[in-house]
């Protein structure tokens, strides 16, 4: 089954701290895998998209890496700021015949000053 | 200068009741999509129109129309809303495929069905 799994839930850190936030999925093929920065009450905004040739990509103050592998992507923020409290949204693209674009549930992440 | 813009942004009423939530995207983008976001935050698309053609349509009870009068707007009607109808519901869109391309999404229409 295709699945998309985001640990933590919920993430509280300091401002200025460094953070990481996982996803692995389960699903195949794989074409591409995106995180999405959702903060509340408004929609998801794209932050990288990465193929199975690519380990590793930046945003900013924003480093996703893959490894196709282990069906593993992780989402490093540097020197958090408030605004950075929002919902992180992990995505995989299936590729194959019928795409289709599987969608985690999301960790929470919560700046405090 | 919002670049995918829905309304309205909040939506309450009864049940039976028949309502539409509008959608327009000014980044001349020929793919629009309506998204279901429900209370565990799953995303889960609904629909989607490339240059006003229908190329999705997952499984969505048929209460639900959209609509397309060109590739920069697309609505969604939804006929005797019930109580699980609730939800955020967000348009997006793309140019090309939205999987290979990324989504840009509107701020989302919050539907309470009492």
């Known amino acids: 089954k295709n699945q998309v799994e985001q640990s933590p839930q919920s993430l509280i850190i300091l401002e200025g701290k460094n953070c990481t936030l996982q996803c692995n999925y389960t699903v195949s093929p794989f074409s591409n895998l995106r995180w999405y920065k959702q903060d509340t009450g408004r929609g998801p905004v794209s932050l990288t998209i990465m193929t199975f040739s690519e380990n590793t990509k930046s945003n900013g103050r924003y480093t996703a890496t893959l490894d196709a592998d282990t069906k593993q992507s992780s989402l490093h923020i540097t020197a958090s700021q408030l605004s950075d409290s929002a919902s992180y949204i992990c995505?995989?693209?299936?590729?194959?015949?019928?795409?289709?674009?599987?969608f985690g549930a999301g960790t929470r992440l919560a700046v405090h000053p | 200068d919002t670049a995918v813009s829905q309304t309205p942004k909040y939506l309450v009423t009864q049940m039976g009741n028949d309502k539409s939530i509008k959608c327009e995207q000014n980044?001349?983008?020929?793919?629009m999509y309506w998204y279901k976001q429900d209370s565990k935050k799953f995303l889960k698309i609904m629909f989607s129109y490339n240059n006003k053609e229908l190329i999705i349509n997952e499984t969505v009870p048929n209460r639900f129309s959209p609509k397309s009068p060109d590739k920069a707007h697309l609505n969604l009607h939804i006929n005797s809303l019930e109580l699980g109808d609730s939800a955020v519901y967000f348009c997006a869109s793309s140019q090309g495929s939205q999987f290979n391309s990324p989504l840009h999404f509107g701020n989302g229409t919050r539907l309470t069905v009492t």
């Open positions: 980044l001349g983008h020929d793919t």
């Open positions: 995505v995989v693209s299936t590729s194959g015949g019928y795409n289709k674009l599987i």
